[in-house]
């Protein structure tokens, strides 16, 4: 037992460290490229790192969204970057500038140093010893309508955070697709391996995303990590050169992307008109409620990432 | 030292490496990079101090914040993102105007 125990702390120090390394390289080497996939194993390093936390829903989180599509759509704007013609090098400050500034180049690098040790500080003087708010959640976890306490906490005791986040969701694509007219994805004609790879994935990622959606009610899983599956697979299609129908890309795309929000606000105002309190669920129907919404919430979800990912507006693609 | 500290303290590691290449680089990909690594810094001091009582299961009101904070940074990345390829179409550089430079 205490060899495993010692195994333990010396793996918790190792990804530690890891985690500060590739943070650290990610952020100093001069290749942009390098930097984004040290970036991406840093996501991977962070999963691994919640899972020791026994944080499973936040690992599964950090691997598909963490990881997975915030590396894409940084890829894509370092590919979109270069062909804009900006350097995918960092430039190197000329020699004479940083002599000249040598003395208040320090005190950066001082004033970090106080907030590392401040804050440092400020986390190891917390008591050692504060369940926080476990002792409610588990007490009011029946009338939740679910077993999964993470669950109950974001889609029932704080569904109001969840509905706003679906807002910020909802505000970054609109503002995504205001800014449309820069040059999008290239349509390049797809890879026969990835064609063939993207044909064997997408309804396996469907199929995933559907039973973390389900699962999500008494396990890890849930509307977000299934969303960001679905995300995923958008992301494949449109990497593989598909793209939605015209007749498609107007009316119904919007409607899907709102179906989150619109779900959520539709019976929040209902929980207000019965109860009057904001998404108060009746104890009864507390399961079928969130169901409903984590459905709308996963669609909504998984096509907005992959739009995000798109980049500009469909119909502005059409008419390139 | 236990391992809730350890984690803690290595967020607060990345937070300060991240803050500090956020002040220090002026290519604007690398900032949205550093405060995507500032954001994960604290994240991990939110569910590493989740879990301080051993006895009971980690507190899950955290966890949750913790996945609806991944989610939002991941929209105003992709916003950032679009915003950084804008002003490189404008400029032809990744990098704001700095008057002390020219």
Known sequence: MEEMTLLQEIFDGLLGLGLLWLAWRSLACTDMFKAI???????????????????????????????????????SALAGLTSTGASRHEVEQPEGVEKQTGTLHRLPILLLMLTAALLGYAVLSLPSHDPGLSAEVAENLASSGVSNPVTAVLLNFRGYDTMLEMAVLLMALLGVWSLACVESQRDSSA?????????????????VAAYLLWVGAHAPGGAFQAGS????AGVLLILAGWRLPSRLTGWPLRLVVLSGPAAFVAIALITILIGGRLLEYPTEHAG????????????????????????????????? | MNMVFLYALVGVGLFCLGLHALIMHAHLLRKILAFNIMGGGVFLVLV???????????????????????????????????????????????????????
């Open chain 1, 191 to 207: 890879d026969p391996i990835l064609d063939m790879l993207t044909r064997l994935l997408v309804p396996l990622l469907i199929l």
């Open chain 2, 48 to 102: 590493a101090l989740a879990k301080r009582t051993e006895e009971v299961a980690p507190d899950p009101v955290p966890h949750a914040m913790v996945i609806t904070g991944i989610v939002v940074a991941v929209s105003a990345t992709a916003l950032a993102l679009k915003l950084m390829l804008k002003v490189s179409e404008e400029t032809g550089n990744a990098e704001l105007p700095d008057e002390r430079r020219e």
């Open chain 1, 288 to 320: 079928t409620l969130i169901l409903i919404i984590e459905t709308m919430a996963t669609l909504s979800i998984g096509v907005t990432l992959a739009a995000l990912f798109l980049g500009s507006s469909p119909e502005h693609e059409e008419k390139q």
């Open chain 1, 229 to 232: 599956v679905l995300g995923a």
């Open chain 1, 37 to 75: 996939v040290l970036f991406i194993a840093f996501g991977l390093l962070m999963a691994l790192a919640w899972l020791r936390l026994e944080a499973p829903d936040v690992a599964l989180a950090e691997a598909a969204i963490g990881a997975g599509v915030t590396g894409a759509l940084l890829l």
